[in-house]
């Protein structure tokens, strides 16, 4: 017994300190790359453009300044999925929200850096993580039971989801004591240092950019209606 509590204060101290500052170090390196390479793919190109407009085109043109703001929204995601755009969006906001959020990683930042950010209460925390759980396991049954959705997933789909959601339901039983504590605790701190390494270079990538994409880059999921630009 002595000798199994002597290797678990050993893995203990190791996902506590050096994992959290290696898994943080990375990540903001990881998060600046991404960045940078975004800000190298967006330039704005300089070659000369030739614009072809038609009748047609100009008819087309026309008819969608005139269209209303309604009939727009109807094209995106927001007008064919809605509950699938408000899970979504729900999602990845508490994605971020709660571990910011969180009192006792606050003091845990407290005590590491001197200090902390705005933290909700422990009950607002822990309404919160029910609703992120809630949201998360929506995405794991619309996965599997949705043909269109469960045909085009891996494992690596899996793999992401269960990458997503391990640390908050690790944290929810940790924090209300729910199996062996010391082992659930520090599942949770590992699983949140893997996901922190994961984020910058697999495709919880996206988080950095969830509002680019949500309100400026054009696509099925984004908020603004599809544009044909005819060009040469």
């Keep these: 017994m002595e000798h199994i509590n002597s290797i678990y204060v050993l893995v203990y101290n190791l996902v506590r300190g050096p994992l959290v500052w290696i898994s943080s170090i990375i990540f903001i390196v990881g998060t600046i790359y991404q960045i940078w390479q975004m800000l190298l793919l967006t330039k704005i190109n300089t070659r000369p453009i030739i614009k072809v407009f038609d009748k047609q085109y100009n008819e087309t043109h026309e008819k969608n300044k005139e269209e209303s703001c309604f009939s727009s929204l109807k094209r995106t995601i927001c007008g064919i999925h809605p509950i699938m755009i408000v899970v979504t969006t729900l999602f990845h906001i508490l994605l971020i929200i709660i571990p910011l959020t969180l009192l006792a990683h606050n003091i845990l930042l407290e005590n590491a850096v001197g200090f902390s950010l705005f933290s909700f209460s422990e009950k607002i925390s822990d309404i919160l993580t029910v609703l992120f759980l809630v949201s998360s396991f929506f995405f794991f049954i619309r996965r599997i039971f949705l043909k269109r959705v469960r045909i085009i997933s891996t494992f690596y789909d899996y793999f992401i989801w269960f990458l997503a959601t391990a640390p908050f339901l690790t944290g929810f039983l940790a924090y209300h ?56």
């Excluded at 605790?185 to 919880?204: D, Q, R, S, Y």
């Excluded at 950095?208 to 005819?230: A, G």
């Design 177 to 232: 004591h729910i199996f062996n504590y010391r082992i659930i605790i520090t599942l949770h701190i590992f699983l949140g240092e893997l996901m922190l390494v994961a984020i910058p270079f697999t495709k919880f990538s996206h988080m950095i950019f969830f509002f680019v994409f949500r309100f400026i880059v054009v696509n099925e999921y984004s908020f603004r209606k599809h544009q044909v630009i005819r060009t040469w």
